[in-house]
């Protein structure tokens, strides 16, 4: 009986280091994934494509005077019949926002590198100083978000990651019980890897190919 009643103790103890473990190592694979930096002051917040909420916090940022301007970025939203850009200028000219603070850009754009170049031209034409960067968006999202405007902006450039707090991203911490979650998770690892293999190491005609991909 003793001896029973051992096994069986022993058995629930494995069964919660188990389960201990295997909570750590999946939260470890979700928080990898997410980037972030103490607010700072900057010179221009860029609200990538995405939903409400990113802007709602950008626009929060800025009047929190942590930069000068707002740039909004990204192509058709399906979900409001109107280009990103000029939806997210919209919002923030009714927080109250001037205008002549908010910069956009509403070219077709279907990646987020696509997004990191349309601000390195609003900058090149804008005749703006710009010497650091916040780039605002969910939070599984941030470490590509880093990578990519890295190697678009160069290292000259200092970026501040501001992800939206989960509370309000639509996302969760324990990605594994949520389905949006883990999609968003399975897939920012697919095109971390995507993005590696086709700006970092792809040339030639394998670099067309993974183009025609438009991985975003």
Known sequence: MKKRAALSAGLALLGLLAA???????????SYLVTADRPQAVDVIHVLSGPDQNTA??????????????FFSGGWCEGHQV??????????LAAGVPAERIGIDDSPMISTYEEAEALKRWIDGAGI????VMVVSDPYHMRRARWTFRQVLGEEVRLVM???????????????????????????????????????????WFREWLASLNKD
Not at 170 to 192: F, H, M, N
């Open 57 to 70: 916090y950008a626009i929060q940022l800025y009047r929190q005077g942590y930069a000068d301007y707002l």
């Open 129 to 132: 100083p710009v010497q650091a």
């Open 83 to 92: 280009f990103h850009g000029e939806w997210g200028r919209a919002n923030a």
């Open 20 to 30: 201990i473990f295997h909570e750590t190592a999946l939260t470890a694979v979700g």
């Open 162 to 204: 501001a992800p939206v707090a989960f509370e309000q991203s639509g996302y969760r911490r324990r990605w594994w019980t949520d389905r949006a979650s883990a999609v968003a998770v399975g897939k920012e690892y697919g095109k971390l890897v995507f993005y590696l293999v086709r700006y970092k190491y792809s040339r030639g």
